[in-house]
């Protein structure tokens, strides 16, 4: 089993390094930044029942984190949310 979580893990962790919603890697920051997010992220997006659940879930962590300026719109998260969606229904398959 905590191997199947550590995958949802790294498919998160992907596909937020992947978007970098908010430009911190593209800044050069390290590629490990976004940890504390992933932390907070995987913890909620475990038990959404679909992509949209999975997109407002991205979208109220990075608020919370960085706020509204920095953060942006709801938009900006669609896309690492297909993706992470996709990674949740392989792991419910293999549960």
């Known amino acids: ?45 475990v038990n959404a029942q679909s992509v949209e659940e999975v997109t407002t879930v991205l979208h109220e962590e990075f608020l919370r984190w960085f706020g509204d300026d920095i953060a942006g719109t709801r938009h900006a998260y669609e896309a690492p949310a297909g993706k992470i969606w996709k990674a949740l229904l392989e792991f419910r398959k293999s549960v």
Do not use: C, K
């Not at 550590?6 to 800044?27: F, K, N, R």
């Open 1 to 45: 089993m905590e191997t199947r979580y550590q995958a949802v893990v790294a498919a998160v962790e992907h596909a937020i390094s992947e978007a970098d919603p908010v430009g911190l890697l593209e800044g050069g920051a390290p590629a490990d930044e976004y940890s504390p997010e992933i932390g907070t992220i995987v913890s909620r997006v």
